[in-house]
């Protein structure tokens, strides 16, 4: 979590508008293609800096896929994103008082979409950069053992340790995140993916 120094290695987050973290559990329809599966963007409706503070993907095998495959998964950043991708997803975006780490918290103005459709979200304006910022995949098997109880495998983790000195993901106005699975699924996939995100909404961000 973004954060500013007390003295000594305490830190305490950043003072703004507020601080906010969804979790999801998606199931991926049929036949899904490389596209994207969430977003997160700065719409700038309120001035404000969005800092991302924690991107968690993790991926449960419950059933046979159509075939073995390595489900490969990336986060890569998005600028110039004036149109959000609005076609094939819907908003779940926090509601008015919802999704705060406290109560008194301003509302989130950051705008965040899933996909609901086999193609992924589409339709945005936007200059996608060439490489990931995260990347991982899990090789799912083409047969699921009788026994149970297998843990989630982590894809990634973006959880910036910046009380360390690393600087995290600030964007600015029409800036965002994409979180894309990079090859089709199968027609039958197999999975379950979990998802968490967590930022803040700040005026001004420290550094350059």
Do not use: C
Not at 25 to 35: E, I, Q
Not at 37 to 57: C, D, F, H, I, K
Not at 79 to 93: E, F, K, L, M, Q
Not at 141 to 154: L, M
Request: no cysteine.
């Amino acid at each position: 979590m973004a954060g500013e120094s007390l003295g000594g290695s305490i830190s305490v987050p950043l003072r703004g508008k507020g601080h906010y973290r969804i979790a999801r559990r998606f199931v991926p329809a049929g036949t899904t293609l490389a596209g994207i599966l969430w977003t997160l963007r700065n719409p700038n409706n309120s001035g404000m800096l969005v800092v991302v503070e924690r991107a968690n993907l993790r991926l449960v095998q419950l059933a046979a896929p159509t075939a073995a495959i390595e489900d490969q998964f990336n986060l890569t950043f998005a600028r110039s994103y004036t149109v959000a991708d609005t076609t094939g997803s819907v908003s779940i975006a926090p509601a008015a008082g919802q999704q705060k780490l406290r109560t008194n918290m301003g509302d989130a103005t950051a705008e965040v979409r899933e996909s609901n459709v086999a193609a992924g979200a589409s339709g945005g304006t936007k200059t996608i950069d060439t490489d990931f910022m995260l990347v991982g995949g899990v090789f799912v098997s083409a047969a699921v053992a009788a026994t149970g109880g297998f843990p989630a495998a982590e894809i990634f983790d973006y959880n910036p340790p910046v009380g360390n000195g690393e600087y995290p993901i600030v964007l600015d106005a029409n800036e965002g995140i994409l979180i894309r699975n990079a090859n089709a699924l199968g027609a039958a996939s197999g999975i379950i993916l979990y998802f968490e995100l967590e930022w803040s909404e700040i005026a001004a961000y420290p550094g350059v």
